[in-house]
């Protein structure tokens, strides 16, 4: 018998997520964030949704987050204003395979 491992990538993408295009449950100040010596969200989060852009700004889009938290508790700066659950039926659902 073979067994398949999956990937990172392919285990992600599993994933469904319907998106709140009105509300985005994670907001990020970008002043904040441009002075931060740390960016630890761009190391932390399992989504890789953090990343820097050719001016080395951080850019964020919660679409693809899997609500883990982890980035609300490891940003020291405060640069996450706001960190919330999407509503009722929004956000992402897990499929394992
Ligand atoms: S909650 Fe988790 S998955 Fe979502 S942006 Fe923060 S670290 Fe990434």
Redesign the pocket.
Known sequence: MTVKRQGTDELLGLNKFVVDEENAH?VIEKDICAKCQNKA?LV???????KLNEDGEII?D?A?????????I?CQDKGIRQ?KYPDGTLGVSFRCG
């Open positions: 994670i969200c932390v989060c399992p989504a890789s949704v953090y964020f919660y693809g987050c899997l609500e883990c938290g982890t980035c609300r490891m960190w």
